[in-house]
């Protein structure tokens, strides 16, 4: 697990598959991993599989239902889909959109918001009609948050529920913004952020007393009740609540560990990542 690879090529054509290096569980859970060479091509991968699975829906003439994630680890996935919208033709106007999460308060155009990441990294470049994107409203009155986080779930529902969910991981093993505490059956709701997750977006607000304290997140069961969860972690920073989620019991502690419990759920790594991982915790390298 702790081999060196070549340096990848950057060769759009060359099959991302032919790059990586598979490993599967052994720990008697339900996730599977992959480790790449590197974080681009982790990236690649998930577009690759978005990608097909938006053409696959179109086929029939169905929509293709994601479950998005913001913040740093995701970009690159973005940055990947409108390529190949754009070089390649992908279209995602069949294509419906919830996002995990948002800030509460926030307004959508501020610097900080989710609705503003979106736009820049995905939505103003691609063709998923206006209509269909549905993220967290963190303009919402306090008093109006619980009527508008059941909304949030039935119209998930109404869509036919999430194909497949992408995800990155907290350093307080939230997904989402399910921090520790959160249950197996919570849904869309408020939460009270971590310090650690505020502390982590401080830079980004200028000081972590302008980071809010509270956000609206989709619930741990709202996650796993899609039917493909896909994980991306990078970063020796991420090392130990790698190795804790896939290695650890399943606790309220660590809420990414509910994944175990999954039928569908592959995280996808860099090396850095998966360093502490313990190799009894995987079977076959592929």
Do not use: W
Request: aromatic letters at 6%; proline letters at 5%.
């Amino acid at each position: 697990m702790n081999k060196r690879v070549s340096a990848p090529s950057t060769d759009h054509n060359q099959s991302v598959t032919d790059q990586k290096s598979v490993v599967s569980p052994t720990s008697g859970n339900g996730i599977a991993i992959q480790i790449f060479p590197d974080s681009d091509l982790a990236s690649r991968a998930a577009a690759d599989e978005i990608a097909a699975l938006i053409r696959s829906r179109a086929s029939e003439q169905r929509c293709c239902v994601l479950g998005l994630a913001t913040g740093s680890t995701p970009v690159r996935v973005y940055q990947e889909l409108v390529r190949q919208h754009q070089d390649e033709g992908l279209s995602l106007e069949n294509v419906i959109t919830f996002n995990l999460d948002e800030y509460l308060p926030m307004a959508p155009d501020a610097q900080q918001s989710y609705v503003r990441f979106m736009q820049q990294n995905l939505f103003n470049h691609v063709d998923i009609p206006a209509q269909n994107i549905h993220i967290p409203d963190g303009t919402i009155a306090t008093e109006d948050v619980p009527n508008y986080c059941r909304d949030y779930e039935d119209r998930i529902i109404r869509a036919g529920g999430i194909d497949l969910q992408l995800l990155g991981i907290g350093r307080t093993g939230h997904i989402g913004f399910n921090e520790p505490g959160s249950t197996a059956d919570s849904i869309t709701r408020m939460v009270t952020l971590d310090p650690v997750t505020r502390a982590d977006a401080a830079n980004d607000f200028g000081g972590i007393e302008k980071v809010p304290s509270h956000a609206i997140t989709m619930g741990v069961r709202t996650i796993l009740q899609s039917r493909r969860i896909r994980l991306l972690a990078f970063g020796d920073h991420k090392a130990s609540i790698v190795q804790r989620t896939i290695e650890g019991e399943v606790s309220t502690d660590i809420p990414a560990t509910y994944l175990q419990s999954h039928s569908d759920v592959q995280f996808l790594l860099d090396p850095d990542a998966a360093a502490l991982t313990s190799p009894t915790a995987f079977a076959n390298e592929l």
